[in-house]
T-cell receptor, first 113, second 116 residues
Framework: GESVGLHLPTLSVQEGDNSIINCAYS??????FIWYKQESGKGPQFIID?????DKRQGQRVTVLLNKTVKHLSLQIAATQPGDSAVYFC????????????FGSGTQLTVLP | DTEVTQTPKHLVMGMTNKKSLKCEQH?????MYWYKQKAKKPPELMFV???????INESVPSRFSPECPNSSLLNLHLHALQPEDSALYLC???????????????FGPGTRLTVL
């Protein structure tokens, strides 16, 4: 089975609110994690990544948190906008699988006006 | 610039046809990937090329034949496909640095393939 999964398949938030998308992973030795955004009819777009030697990384309006104790990854989007509506995938790089990413099942984020 | 381009955007083919999907990147990346994505599912890895050599084949049927003519181009040749092969085919590339760290993969827009 998949080693990376998401807690919620769908998430609806009000425009302007903060969004939190969660992801669980099973391989405690994974050393790299990445979030992608995929809009309908498009390819996955890189959002942010984090290596296992970090707990937190911030980008423009996005923050990724890594909790290695409970093998949990989250993506926080500040001041969510309609353009943020998409499917969000987390992925991990397990050890011994050079350049291979294991993707989670995805969360559909819908931003309500 | 993190652009990966793919052609064509859409492709409809019969089960006896031969067609090719093309992918191009000019970021100097030395690893290139083919993924298959079914509706409402995550991408599934098919092939990985590293320095123009096939390094990973995820037990893909032989009716899919990848080719890497040079460091910027990646092709996927299709022959005798089945209707269940209909999907979005994604190309990605990464730097393939020698540091031992995993590099960020950047995806193209995909080719929407329909097999009749």
């Amino acid at each position: 089975g998949e080693s990376v999964g998401l807690h919620l398949p769908t998430l609806s938030v009000q425009e302007g609110d903060n969004s939190i998308i969660n992801c669980a992973y099973s391989n405690s030795a994974s050393d790299y994690f990445i979030w992608y955004k995929q809009e309908s009819g498009k390819g996955p777009q890189f959002i942010i990544d984090i290596r296992s030697n970090m707990d937190k990384r911030q980008g423009q309006r996005v923050t990724v948190l890594l909790n290695k104790t409970v093998k949990h990854l989250s993506l926080q989007i500040a001041a969510t906008q309609p353009g943020d509506s998409a499917v969000y995938f987390c992925a991990e790089n397990p050890p011994g699988s050079a350049r291979q990413l294991t993707f989670g099942s995805g969360t559909q984020l819908t931003v309500l006006p | 610039d993190t652009e990966v381009t793919q052609t064509p955007k859409h492709l409809v083919m019969g089960m006896t046809n031969k067609k090719s999907l093309k992918c191009e990147q000019h970021m100097g990346h030395r690893a290139m990937y083919w993924y298959k994505q079914k509706a409402k599912k995550p991408p599934e890895l098919m092939f990985v090329y590293s320095y123009e050599k096939l390094s990973i084949n995820e037990s893909v049927p032989s009716r899919f034949s990848p080719e890497c003519p040079n460091s910027s181009l990646l092709n996927l040749h299709l022959h005798a496909l089945q209707p269940e092969d209909s999907a979005l085919y994604l190309c990605a590339s990464s730097q393939s640095s020698q540091t031992g760290f995993t590099d960020t993969q950047y995806f193209g827009p995909g080719t929407r393939l329909t097999v009749l």
